[in-house]
């Protein structure tokens, strides 16, 4: 038949493993040195395109301005990266507090038990039931909006899902039998916290952290699109786009397609990213 | 025929009742959380409601708006107060729209249903196809291609393909409208239906082309573990071909987690509608929540929060009640006879 799935190879002959290896470990360099790129981009790039350029508006995307110009003859190319680097910068800075709230409770949560897990799954549950944006609308504008309000918002509502992984990890590491054992030869609940526990969750955060950047990232955008998230002053990429949406029935359509495109770009290279350092770091992928 | 008429009668009672009670801790829950957040904001409740007409309204007055409203009274009073309006169906007043909120979330949900019901529908269909056919051809080029697209349009902006479209539609090719629900200058009762349609679609669209990546990856991943099995292995040395395969060993089973998921997606649905009315603006729930929060509509924002909250909750309940319908194992009432 041919439904037969390609088959695995169990074992790859030793070279290919290397290669492997190394594939793997390319690809995190190659995501890091893009994503490092633009977020330091406008320090190297300085102000220079971004002065208002009358003669040389609303260009076509060209060797000149690859993304083009806009209506102030403003070049695009520069102006998307200076907004992704805002809006990367923005979206790091709240997924990580996102990250250190659900390591937190979901440890709690794993390693406490009782009534104290009780509530935190219930306040998870909660937050699930609310349409993800409409939350981060209500704790934007609640706290008072603007560059704040977004931070806040993003980390407030982006822990959920990781700190049911990691409860999981931690439930199932602490009943494993190995930590019964130590338990039982009187080792301290500090060592088992350094010595067993650790070793699990800390590839599990730093996996869940990176995947935390996508959405945060898009959410930001999002947020800053509807005009919740950052001043109009703080050129994000998500004002950009909504700025564009003003020139695109003129058919301007690059103002509107090539900083989508480059933050499409950057979601998936974190993805790649994710991925690449989940599979090795994850003792099933990371010989293989 | 009675002896198995009456357990599931009981069955349906405790099943509704076990909801509702649910649904009831959820919204109680909700209130709670949306009034410490309120309570707590920096927004100044009194600020909000006069809005550009500060300059007009003295100091004295604004202190009686505040004693009107309870504002001056200590916080757990303010939330049984608060909620006792909630409990009689009293939502408010929408400073924006100055009409109730109940009947501004009525007539925006209305713009909306129609919208969300055409992007869910074809998402899950379009999903549901796209799944199948990457997951018995998995590995080909058909297969490469679907994926390429699901993961694509999983890491992609709502807003920026939502953008997309209008500029390939709507200003290149001039097939659908740039905006609104209904074209301009026509009174809202003289719109003909095939006006409406016409002016729905590309958001609709846009909407379903963002769903589909989920539900296609996970059929996908579930076909191929169907395909794996050991009885698709005896249909297959049988001499069944692929078509009948996936006909009758797998589409039953992969159309229960489908159904799950695409029950559960309402809440993303909401969530996507909210930027795409946004982009092609659009008059419908979404919007108007926008509006609430860049206005500062706090009774109208807390609607749609509490209507959100429903809408979800009606969502994941649908897809327990379609569980018994599509698969034998679990039939309503089995339990209990």
């Known amino acids: ?288 | 025929m009675d002896m198995r008429v009456k357990p599931l009668l009981l069955f349906i009672v405790i099943f509704a009742a076990q909801k509702l009670l649910r649904l009831g801790l959820l919204l109680m829950a909700v209130a709670v959380f949306t009034f410490v957040l309120l309570s707590f904001s920096p927004i100044d409740p009194v600020k909000a409601y006069i809005g550009a007409d500060m300059m007009q309204i003295s100091p004295e007055q604004q202190v009686l708006i505040a004693e009107r409203w309870g504002l001056d009274q200590p916080i757990g009073e303010r939330f049984l107060d608060w909620l006792g309006q909630l409990v009689q169906g009293n939502l408010g007043t929408s400073l924006v729209f100055n009409q109730p909120v109940s009947e501004v979330i009525a007539s925006r949900f209305q713009a909306s249903l129609q919208m969300l019901a055409i992007a869910w529908l074809f998402s899950g269909l379009l999903g549901l196809a796209l799944g199948i056919t990457a997951g018995a051809l998995q590995g080909r080029w058909p297969d490469r291609l679907i994926r390429f697209y699901a993961y694509t349009l999983a890491s992609a902006p709502t807003f920026w393909v939502a953008l997309l479209l209008l500029i390939i539609f709507a200003v290149s090719f001039k097939i659908a409208p740039v905006c609104c629900a209904a074209p301009p200058g026509v009174l809202s009762q003289n719109v003909t239906f095939w006006q409406r349609l016409h002016h729905l679609l590309l958001p609709a669209a846009a909407l379903s082309i963002i769903g589909i990546a989920n539900i296609t990856l996970h059929t996908r991943q579930k076909l191929i573990d169907v395909l794996h099995s050991d009885y698709v292995l005896f249909a297959r040395a049988q001499g069944e071909s692929l078509w009948n395969i996936v006909r009758y060993h797998g589409f039953r089973n992969i159309l229960l987690p489908a159904i799950t998921l695409q029950f559960a997606s309402l809440s993303e649905l909401f969530g996507g509608s909210v930027l795409v009315e946004q982009v092609f603006a659009y008059p419908g729930l979404g919007e108007a929540t926008v509006q609430a929060a860049l206005r500062s509509d706090i009774p109208l924002l807390v609607g749609i929060v509490f209507f959100s909250a429903l809408f979800v909750y009606t969502g994941n309940t649908l897809a327990d009640l379609a569980y018994p319908v599509i698969d034998p194992r679990i039939r309503l009432g089995d339990s209990l006879t």
């Open chain 1, 1 to 288: 038949m041919t439904l037969i799935a390609p088959t695995r190879p169990d074992s790859p002959p030793l070279k290919q493993q290397n290669n492997r290896r190394q594939q793997t470990l390319t690809a995190i360099a190659i995501g890091g040195i893009f994503l490092l790129a633009i977020i330091v981009s406008p320090w190297i790039l300085g102000d220079s395109g971004l002065g208002t350029m009358l003669p040389e508006r609303n260009q076509p995307p060209s060797w000149g301005h690859p993304f083009g110009t806009d209506w102030l003859g403003r070049d695009m190319l520069r102006r998307s990266l200076h907004g992704l680097s805002l809006s990367l910068r923005v979206g790091l800075l709240a997924a990580s507090v996102s990250a250190l709230i659900g390591t937190g409770l979901g440890l709690v949560a794993g390693t406490v038990g009782g009534w104290v897990d009780a509530v935190i799954i219930w306040v998870i549950d909660v937050f699930f039931s609310l349409p993800h944006l409409v939350l981060l609308i209500l704790i934007a504008f609640a706290v008072g909006g603007g560059t704040k309000g977004v931070i806040i918002a993003v980390a407030l509502t982006h822990w959920t899902s990781l700190a049911r992984v990691i409860r999981a990890e931690a439930l199932q590491v602490s009943s494993a039998d190995y930590v019964q054992l130590s338990r039982r030869l009187g080792k301290p609940s500090l060592w088992i916290a350094r010595h067993h526990m650790v070793p699990h969750i800390v590839p599990q955060l730093l996996v869940g952290l990176i995947l935390l950047f996508p959405h945060a990232i898009l959410h930001e955008a999002a947020l800053s699109f509807i005009g919740i998230g950052l001043s109009p002053h703080l050129p994000a990429i998500g004002i950009i786009l909504a700025e564009s949406m003003r020139h695109l029935s003129t058919g301007y359509w690059w103002l509107g397609v090539m900083p989508g495109l480059l933050l499409l770009l950057s979601v998936k290279a974190f993805d790649w990213l994710g991925e690449n350092v989940r599979s090795l770091l994850d003792p099933k992928t990371s010989q293989g």
